[in-house]
């Protein structure tokens, strides 16, 4: 049962990092002035990307604790949209546009965290015996 520990774990550090990700790219998005200013020279696209992500985390980290086999697949989504995005913004970056070095670092810290939810919750989640029917219907 170590895998399941440790999905348990990660669930419930998706869903603070989730909340989180709400609370800051709410404030980023719709805070007062002083707030849109302290994000600096942001990428909308990956602002607003990583602010939608946020509900995704709430909802892959209350669906790894319920241990739903959803929750890996959309872990793993995360993981490639993250990637996604990142390849975007990476050319956003080569092409001269302006960005915050702290970008980097975050798009990095959810990539990864997400490749390793999804590979520790594919191992103890997906690969597990499906229920027996229940014999109703």
């Given at each position: 049962m170590k895998h399941a520990r440790s999905v348990r774990?990660?669930?419930?550090?998706?869903?603070a990092f989730g909340v989180l990700t709400i609370a800051s790219g709410a404030r980023a998005l719709f805070g007062d002035a002083a707030a849109r200013a302290a994000v600096g020279n942001a990428v909308p696209y990956v602002l607003w990307?990583?602010?939608l992500a946020g509900f995704a985390y709430v909802a892959a980290g209350i669906g790894l604790w319920?241990?739903?086999r959803?929750?890996?697949v959309l872990a793993a989504?995360?993981?490639l949209a993250t990637a996604a995005i990142a390849t975007a913004f990476g050319f956003h970056v080569l092409g001269g546009g302006a960005y915050e070095m702290r970008t980097v670092g975050a798009l990095a810290l959810r990539f990864g965290f997400w490749v390793v939810v999804s590979v520790v919750a594919w191992r103890s989640l997906a690969r597990r015996t499906?229920?027996?029917p229940s014999?109703?219907?």
């Open positions: 774990i990660l669930a419930v550090v998706g869903l990307f990583n602010f319920w241990t739903q959803w929750a890996v989504m995360l993981a499906p229920a027996a014999g109703l219907g």
